[in-house]
Nanobody
Framework: QMQLTESGGGSVQAGDSLKLSCIKS????????MGWFCQAPGKQREFVAS????????YYAESVKGRFTISRDKARNTMYLQMSNLRPEDTAVYYC????????????????????WGQGTQVTVSS
């Protein structure tokens, strides 16, 4: 099972940018997907973006298209989420996840448990 560690959260003003990082460690796999999810207070965890680790295909929630960019650096075993033009409604705890049994596209819709989760990093956007 992969271990995931997020970093990069913080408190910013609306319109600012933040870049989250998720470092993976543990067993090495070839075909797997990783993604970012967020959970605001009182709400369920939601899909933000995902990436197929090797081919690099990416998928986004409609609410972040054009503002957030997911990427990965295979040499550093790190996935990123570049967040731009942040809005107060983006305030949430952001989690990274990795899964061996779903495609990157499926991460956005599956209700099944995913293989690995990070501990989360708080993003707070004030108006």
């Amino acid at each position: 099972q992969m271990q995931l560690t997020e970093s990069g959260g913080g408190s910013v003003q609306a319109g600012d940018s933040l870049k989250l990082s998720c470092i993976k460690s543990g067993p090495t796999f070839y075909n797997f997907a990783m993604g970012w999810f967020c959970q605001a207070p009182g709400k369920q965890r939601e899909f933000v973006a995902s990436i197929a680790w090797n081919p690099g295909y990416t998928y986004y929630a409609e609410s972040v298209k054009g503002r957030f960019t997911i990427s990965r650096d295979k040499a550093r075993n790190t996935m990123y989420l570049q967040m731009s033009n942040l809005r107060p409604e983006d305030t949430a705890v952001y989690y990274c996840a990795a899964d061996l049994h779903h495609t990157a596209q499926e991460l956005g819709t599956t209700t099944q448990p995913l293989s690995s989760w990070g501990q989360g990093t708080q993003v707070t956007v004030s108006s």
